[in-house]
Nanobody, 126 residues
Framework: VQLQASGGGLVQAGGSLRLACAAS????????IGWFRQAPGKERDFVAA?????????YYGDRVKGRFTISRDNAKNTMYLQMDNLKPEDTGVYYC???????????????????WGQGTLVTVSS
């Protein structure tokens, strides 16, 4: 499975961006999708995740809850991260990830995801 992230850029605080992650290959292995981010000098941080076929029950990191929305278009093999009301602390490289047979307690653990996109930079200015 190959993942290709896009949509990052520079935005002012309070603005919005939508990230996309296109998947190719044997996507039947990707029962779980997720987004993580990494600020300079910091560890990779959980942003959002959802189970295949059930994006109606997404899971979010505490720092983004209520502002970010994860979604998935299975027909296009693409997942999205809609980011609203962006804050300077949201700045970082955003990575899409996919995994197979993750359980609820593993969603926030980067090592549980077997497939990663290359990352896209989001910069939020104050």
């Amino acid at each position: 499975v190959q993942l290709q992230a896009s949509g990052g850029g520079l935005v002012q605080a309070g603005g919005s961006l939508r990230l996309a992650c296109a998947a190719s290959g044997d996507t039947s292995r990707t029962t779980t999708i997720g987004w993580f981010r990494q600020a300079p000098g910091k560890e990779r941080d959980f942003v959002a995740a959802a189970f295949r076929g059930n994006t109606a029950t997404p899971y979010y990191g505490d720092r983004v809850k209520g502002r970010f929305t994860i979604s998935r278009d299975n027909a296009k093999n693409t997942m999205y991260l809609q980011m609203d009301n962006l804050k300077p602390e949201d700045t970082g490289v955003y990575y899409c990830a996919a995994g197979n047979r993750l359980i609820l307690s593993s969603l926030r653990v980067p090592e549980q995801y077997g497939y990663w996109g290359q990352g896209t930079l989001v910069t939020v200015s104050s």
